[in-house]
């Protein structure tokens, strides 16, 4: 049976999904994003009062990451909507262009079906449906990316990319602090950050500089991003404003390796 049989028109996404958008985050756990180490102090010494302990990376939004996907899915629905997805075991995660959300396995006689709430997605092959109270969307499966490691970003709790002009940003693992690479590569920044803005639930993040003779600030949602030049599709939307310039792209959250 066609998924694209008895379609009715939806609203715009929001209204399909909002709702649920107060269950779908929380701060990654130590499996999802990346904890720094911890040096244990010797059996019966005291640690140096002087020393002063390095502040440690924070969590992050855990719907930056995969879960335990290894692999990102875009598709392409009607109405016009573009939504990214990664299922493992455990859950389907789904980001669209208003939020993200975590969806869990449902009994279907076929096919692989997830609902959370009044919202599930339904896949057959390169087919699928998401449904809620409010209507529905008629998807059809777009390109794949392989999920970002840690092997192929050592040290990298997050890591995002933009183009015209092309940039990177990457956040380490153990400290807050981060590098960039701007205007294809002609300048490179290590800086200091802080966090100014942290919404679990709503998968938002903002950062800024801990430096105040060079100021920035990251802003970093959880929603459906597609690579402006290959069309690949992120699990988050990146902006990076630095010397009157905003650079916008995409990234995703790194987790350790098992």
């Given amino acids: ?19 649920l958008a107060a269950v779908a ?18 059996t019966g010494t005291l640690p140096d009062e002087t020393s002063v302990v390095p502040p440690k990376a924070p969590l992050m939004p855990s719907l930056f990451f995969p879960g335990g996907a290894d692999a990102f899915q875009a598709w392409r629905c009607t ?28 009994v279907v006689a ?38 970002l490691t840690r092997s192929q970003r050592p040290g990298v709790m997050f890591h995002g990319r933009g183009n015209e002009p092309g940039w990177t940003v990457s956040l380490a693992n153990d400290a807050p602090e981060l590098s960039m690479v701007l205007d294809y ?12 803005e942290m919404d679990n639930a709503g998968g938002r993040m903002k950062l800024a500089s801990g430096r105040a003779d060079r100021p920035f600030s990251l802003e970093l949602e959880a929603r459906a991003c597609f690579d ?3 069309g690949k ?26």
């Avoid at 049976?1 to 709702?19: D, E, Q, T, V, Y």
């Avoid at 990664?86 to 869990?104: I, M, N, P, Q, T």
């Avoid at 959370?116 to 998807?139: H, I, P, T, Y």
């Avoid at 599709?233 to 098992?258: H, K, M, N, S």
């Fill in 110 to 147: 076929s096919g692989s079906r997830y609902q959370q709430g009044d919202l599930s997605f339904w896949a057959k092959g390169d087919e699928a449906m998401v449904e809620s109270a409010n209507g529905r969307l008629d998807c059809t499966a777009d390109m794949t990316r392989s999920a």
């Fill in 228 to 230: 402006s030049m290959s």
């Fill in 1 to 19: 049976m066609s998924f694209r049989s008895s379609l009715r028109p939806l609203p715009r996404l929001p209204l399909l999904l909002a709702a």
């Fill in 185 to 196: 590569g002609e300048r490179e920044l290590a800086l200091p950050y802080r966090v100014v």
């Fill in 79 to 106: 109405p016009a909507q573009d939504l990214v997805s990664a299922v493992d075991e455990k859950a389907l995660r789904l980001w669209s262009a208003h939020g993200a959300y975590r969806l869990f396995p449902a």
């Fill in 25 to 42: 985050g929380c701060a990654a756990t130590p499996d999802e994003a990346s904890e720094p180490e911890v040096s244990e102090s010797r």
């Fill in 233 to 258: 599709p992120f699990p988050a939307r990146v902006t990076l404003t630095i010397d009157d310039e905003t650079y916008r792209g995409c990234g995703q959250g790194i987790a350790p390796a098992d």
